[in-house]
């Protein structure tokens, strides 16, 4: 599958645990049943997937169970992105092995400000070991969890390498733009908004696809924005987008995964537990959350 397909709502979907913060397979697939109705594609292991999270062993069996329950029938970007060149590469491998249709990953963390030359080497390195026409690579720009933001002028130098998309999380439309102007002569490269904060003004500027964690709760509504907007329905779009804020922000009354597990266990969903160091919301907070939600009638 080449990057420009890979379009719509992708959510970044949710890892699930035990109480004991053990891998729960159950979880996992009740997540994806939930939302593969109404989904066009996953983007797992990453940051709501809690990958950092996870040894490499737990992100290979994480990814097996959601490829064998999605089972092909929407593509899967595997986030391999890790704080070494080494790993990400062993990742993307496996990622490829077992059927994904492409790989993503954050600059490398725990090593903040590199240089520029250091950035290009590690993408450059991931991309030999991987990058085909049918299984691209995707850069992850997320300066705030990586602390090395990518630059336009070092996204354009990995696409002339081979880089044929980009998750771009800066929540910066500006950013945003430049990140286009940087790739413009690859007519195949896919510019991802990495949020359903801005979707509209994204997709208004050309956006094709994005990675929503609210398509981890509410899959259907992210659906319903999406052929609103690509339908052209400019004002129930921006009714759309306006209620998925007021979502989004109910779920920023805390940390955002483990309030997620709690609203997904709300709508019938046996989605587990987070890992530590996230704990479970407690009672106070869960109260909070459910009034919220039932005021705006998401429950």
Do not use: W
């Amino acid at each position: 599958m080449k990057a420009k397909e890979i379009i719509g709502i992708i959510p970044p979907i949710q890892s699930s645990f035990t109480k004991t913060g053990e891998i729960y397979a159950k979880g996992m697939r009740e997540i994806v049943s939930f939302t593969l109705p109404h989904v066009n594609g996953y983007y797992p292991i990453g940051t709501y997937g809690c990958g950092p999270l996870m040894s490499i062993a737990e992100r290979k069996e994480a990814l097996e169970i959601i490829a064998e329950e999605v089972n092909g029938k929407v593509p899967i970007i595997a986030h391999v992105g890790t704080a070494d060149t080494k790993t990400t590469i062993e990742l993307a491998q496996h990622a490829k092995s077992i059927g994904c249709a492409g790989v993503g990953a954050i600059a490398p963390y725990y090593v903040p400000n590199l240089p520029e030359d250091s950035l290009f080497n590690h993408f450059a390195r991931l991309l030999d070991a991987v990058n085909e026409d049918d299984f691209p690579v995707f850069l992850y720009d997320n300066g705030t969890y990586s602390q090395n933001p990518v630059s336009p002028e070092l996204l354009g130098r990995l696409a002339d390498y081979g880089l044929r998309g980009c998750k771009d999380s800066s929540f910066d439309l500006v950013n945003f733009f430049m990140y286009q102007d940087a790739v413009a002569k690859h007519p195949d490269f896919n510019v991802i908004i990495g949020t359903e904060a801005i979707f509209v003004a994204a997709f208004e500027a050309g956006a094709t696809g994005c990675v929503c964690g609210m398509g981890n709760i509410y899959p259907e509504l992210m659906a319903e924005l999406y052929q609103a907007q690509i339908q052209g329905k400019r004002e129930e779009a921006m009714e759309l987008q306006r209620r998925i804020l007021r979502l989004r922000r109910i779920t920023k009354n805390g940390p955002t995964v483990p309030i997620l597990h709690e609203i997904l266990r709300q709508r019938g969903v046996d989605a587990g537990y987070p890992r530590e160091p996230y704990m479970p919301i407690d009672d106070e907070l869960k109260t909070k959350v459910i009034r919220e939600l039932k005021e705006l009638k998401f429950l």
